[in-house]
């Protein structure tokens, strides 16, 4: 487009000043201006402007090999035209767009995405996240609760009923294992902001497939569901312990980890509430269906299901003990003040000793009170045969043979650990990963 058309369809000329040197004077550094639409626009700003769009697009324009471009003067006063302008502005504009978009990829795992990955999209590594492996045993914890309630209420017969037919028992387990889930993944979200995951290798927050905005949006989620889940927990014992525990996972990483004995006494809170949990809520739905008399208050006078929460605490709190003597450099780069890092070893394999001889006492106390009680008043050798052969293959003698072994595999990794004064690695990983058959075998001797 020329400038006469231009100036023809606008019926106002591009009106050059009067000294016709400066029209192809682009250096100029004086008062000189141009008149447009009767206004006066300052030469050097239009100038600068002009400069700037003739050297983006000489390459266009080049007719010889050194790149120079041939343009004459009437071409160069017509690319400041308005029209040419607005033109050359729009593609830049368009320019920068378009490279703005592909700047903006998201990168998880090494694989670019043109949108921003969403809980949806990464359902498989956020369930990873939740540590499913723990599962199996909330599920044991909660079916052990409510055996053991509704056994010493004399209405194990509805065992079944309650543990598979009421929706109740259901949204229970359902707090339990969201309750598990949030305390995993908020400890890994709070470690993966603050630095402390060098060692978490198989986390799909260090490798990457995870960002923390959508492990945010994800606990968002489960916190939400386990609200809902708070309101239709039976039972008033019930439902505060659920809402303890969801405190206790949302307060755990960030404020409580960091503290000295309280990061092992609240894990282990957490795990032991469990079963309570769910004996309160089976003794609450028993009483609505007209079984017995007994409320969810009852809960808090069953010596057995007391001896299995404080078995559990006991137990727990030793074996987190011992997670932190392996975790020991880690805690010292990133500053976590564990009972190993703050006193050393020997102090803390002497402390998980301690919660391992407590957790063996109130495992041994059940089956051997029940034996003594037998015995009553004569502890004659006739009368301990006589008991002996009436237990014989009974609950009894089933419930003495678990706590026996889970009780002697407790004391010897404990007794191990510190007569190495903690030093022993190897020791200790066995007893770590050994933790589970233990705690299986403690866990049958209330059955």
Same mark, same amino acid.
């Given at each position: 487009?020329?400038?006469?058309? #231009?100036?023809?369809?606008?019926?106002?000329?591009?009106e050059?000043? *009067?000294?016709?040197?400066?029209?192809?004077?682009?250096?100029?550094?004086?008062?000189?201006?141009?008149?447009?639409?009767?206004?006066?626009?300052?030469?050097r700003?239009?100038?600068?402007i002009?400069?700037?769009?003739? &050297?983006?697009?000489?390459?266009?324009?080049?007719?010889?090999?050194?790149?120079?471009?041939? !343009?004459?003067?009437?071409?160069?006063?017509?690319?400041?035209?308005?029209?040419?302008?607005?033109? $050359?502005?729009?593609? $830049?504009?368009?320019?920068?767009?378009?490279?703005?978009?592909?700047?903006?990829k998201?990168?998880?795992?090494?694989a670019?995405?043109? =949108?921003?990955?969403?809980?949806?999209?990464?359902?498989?590594?956020?369930?990873?996240?939740? =540590?499913?492996?723990?599962?199996?045993?909330?599920?044991?914890?909660h079916?052990l609760?409510?055996?053991?309630?509704?056994?010493?209420?004399?209405? !194990?017969?509805?065992?079944?009923?309650?543990?598979?037919?009421? *929706?109740?028992?259901?949204?229970?387990?359902?707090?339990?294992?969201?309750?598990?889930?949030?305390?995993?993944?908020?400890?890994?979200?709070?470690? &993966?902001?603050?630095?402390? $995951? !060098? /060692? &978490?290798?198989?986390?799909?927050?260090?490798?990457?497939?995870?960002?923390?905005?959508?492990?945010?949006?994800?606990?968002?989620?489960l916190?939400?569901i386990?609200?809902?889940?708070?309101a239709?927990?039976?039972g008033?014992?019930?439902?505060?312990?659920?809402?303890?525990?969801?405190?206790?996972?949302? %307060?755990?990483?960030?404020?409580?980890?960091?503290?000295?004995?309280i990061?092992?006494?609240?894990c282990?809170?957490l795990?032991?509430?469990?079963?309570?949990?769910?004996?309160?809520a089976?003794?609450?739905?028993?009483?609505?269906?007209?079984?017995?008399p %007994?409320?969810s208050?009852?809960?808090?006078?069953?010596?057995?299901? %007391?001896?299995?929460?404080?078995?559990?605490? %006991?137990?727990?709190c030793?074996?987190?003990?011992?997670?932190?003597?392996?975790?020991?450099? /880690?805690?010292?780069?990133?500053?976590?003040r564990?009972? *190993?890092?703050?006193?050393g070893?020997?102090?803390?394999?002497?402390?998980?000793?301690?919660?391992?001889?407590?957790?063996?006492?109130?495992?041994?106390?059940?089956?051997?009170?029940?034996?003594?009680?037998?015995?009553?008043?004569?502890? !004659?050798?006739?009368?301990?045969?006589?008991?002996?052969?009436?237990?014989?293959?009974g609950?009894?003698?089933?419930r003495?043979?678990?706590?026996?072994?889970?009780? #002697?595999?407790?004391?010897?990794?404990?007794i191990?650990?510190?007569?190495? &004064?903690?030093?022993? $690695?190897?020791?200790?990983?066995r007893?770590?990963?050994?933790?589970?058959?233990t705690?299986?075998?403690?866990?049958?001797? #209330?059955?």
């Amino acid at each position: 487009m020329t400038s006469a058309a #231009f100036s023809a369809r606008q019926t106002r000329p591009w009106e050059p000043s *009067p000294n016709p040197s400066t029209c192809s004077s682009f250096g100029s550094s004086t008062s000189e201006s141009r008149i447009f639409y009767g206004k006066q626009l300052a030469n050097r700003g239009r100038v600068t402007i002009a400069k700037s769009l003739l &050297k983006s697009s000489s390459s266009d324009r080049n007719t010889d090999d050194e790149g120079e471009a041939s !343009s004459s003067p009437d071409e160069e006063i017509n690319s400041l035209s308005p029209s040419r302008l607005f033109l $050359d502005s729009a593609t $830049d504009l368009f320019t920068k767009q378009t490279e703005k978009e592909e700047l903006t990829k998201y990168v998880v795992n090494g694989a670019a995405f043109e =949108r921003a990955p969403t809980v949806a999209s990464c359902l498989k590594p956020l369930f990873q996240l939740t =540590r499913p492996r723990n599962f199996p045993g909330v599920i044991l914890l909660h079916c052990l609760g409510v055996y053991l309630s509704l056994r010493s209420t004399g209405q !194990s017969h509805l065992f079944v009923r309650i543990l598979f037919k009421e *929706p109740s028992l259901w949204i229970v387990l359902t707090a339990l294992l969201l309750t598990s889930s949030t305390s995993m993944v908020v400890n890994d979200y709070y470690d &993966k902001k603050l630095g402390r $995951d !060098s /060692d &978490k290798t198989t986390s799909p927050l260090v490798s990457g497939e995870l960002n923390l905005q959508v492990v945010r949006n994800f606990l968002n989620y489960l916190y939400a569901i386990a609200l809902i889940c708070v309101a239709l927990v039976p039972g008033v014992p019930a439902r505060i312990s659920v809402v303890v525990g969801l405190m206790l996972t949302f %307060w755990y990483t960030k404020h409580l980890k960091p503290r000295t004995f309280i990061k092992n006494v609240m894990c282990a809170t957490l795990i032991a509430l469990s079963p309570f949990t769910s004996g309160s809520a089976a003794l609450k739905v028993a009483s609505e269906i007209g079984a017995g008399p %007994w409320g969810s208050l009852r809960v808090l006078a069953i010596p057995s299901l %007391w001896r299995l929460v404080m078995m559990l605490f %006991w137990g727990v709190c030793g074996r987190e003990i011992y997670m932190d003597m392996t975790d020991l450099q /880690d805690d010292l780069l990133n500053n976590v003040r564990t009972i *190993p890092v703050k006193y050393g070893r020997r102090y803390a394999c002497g402390v998980a000793l301690i919660c391992y001889v407590m957790g063996s006492l109130t495992v041994m106390s059940g089956p051997f009170s029940q034996f003594f009680s037998q015995l009553s008043s004569s502890f !004659s050798l006739p009368a301990l045969k006589a008991v002996l052969a009436a237990n014989a293959g009974g609950g009894m003698a089933r419930r003495m043979f678990f706590a026996s072994a889970g009780t #002697f595999m407790l004391l010897r990794r404990g007794i191990q650990i510190f007569a190495s &004064k903690g030093e022993d $690695d190897e020791i200790i990983k066995r007893t770590v990963e050994e933790a589970q058959l233990t705690m299986i075998l403690c866990l049958g001797s #209330f059955i």
